[in-house]
DNA sequence: TTATAATGTAAAGTAAACTTTACATGTCAA
DNA sequence: TTGACATGTAAAGTTTACTTTACATTATAA
């Protein structure tokens, strides 16, 4: 799974606590996600889908 | 989190056991994420999407 | 130079997703 | 009535998502 987190956060001249904070998890959650090390729950795909102002499919990139 | 899987199985005539073979879980994870005990992580959201034919906000209502 | 912000990462713990095995129930066809 | 199928649930275990605390690095502003 890929995801165009942060050029999305970037674009919208956030930093990863700026995201963490209106997401409502912590800085490091969206680090680890950002760099790979693990996918979003459903709660949290929404948060951000809202967040970033984006589509499922513009967010994620699924891979099997 | 709400959902409509088991409406949308259904109406595709899967049994849980299908529907689980067609998602690559079991038919117990299936039945639990039916009935609300929890919600299916990203990769296997991207599944039931892809298997039920629907979109993210019609298969999922994301209540705070 | 010093301080501050932003990011990456690590360790240890908790919580949630998912597994296998198992059992109980209802429905329906043979 | 028997047997097969579909569903619900439970217990115990593993894996993944997420937490807090902490430290290191880089860039930039005062």
Same mark, same amino acid.
């Given at each position: 799974?890929? @995801? @165009? /987190?942060?050029? #999305?956060?970037? &674009?919208?001249? =956030? *930093?990863?606590?700026? =995201? &963490? &904070?209106?997401? $409502?998890?912590?800085?490091?959650?969206? @680090? *680890?996600?950002?760099?790979?090390? %693990? $996918?979003?729950?459903?709660? #949290?795909? %929404?948060? =951000?889908?809202?967040? =970033?102002?984006? *589509?499922?499919?513009? #967010? %994620? /990139? %699924?891979?099997?």
């Amino acid at each position: 799974m890929k @995801n @165009n /987190i942060q050029q #999305l956060r970037k &674009a919208m001249h =956030l *930093s990863q606590e700026d =995201l &963490a &904070a209106k997401t $409502d998890v912590s800085r490091q959650t969206i @680090n *680890s996600i950002e760099t790979g090390k %693990f $996918d979003p729950s459903l709660p #949290l795909v %929404f948060k =951000l889908l809202k967040t =970033l102002d984006v *589509s499922l499919e513009e #967010l %994620f /990139i %699924f891979e099997e």
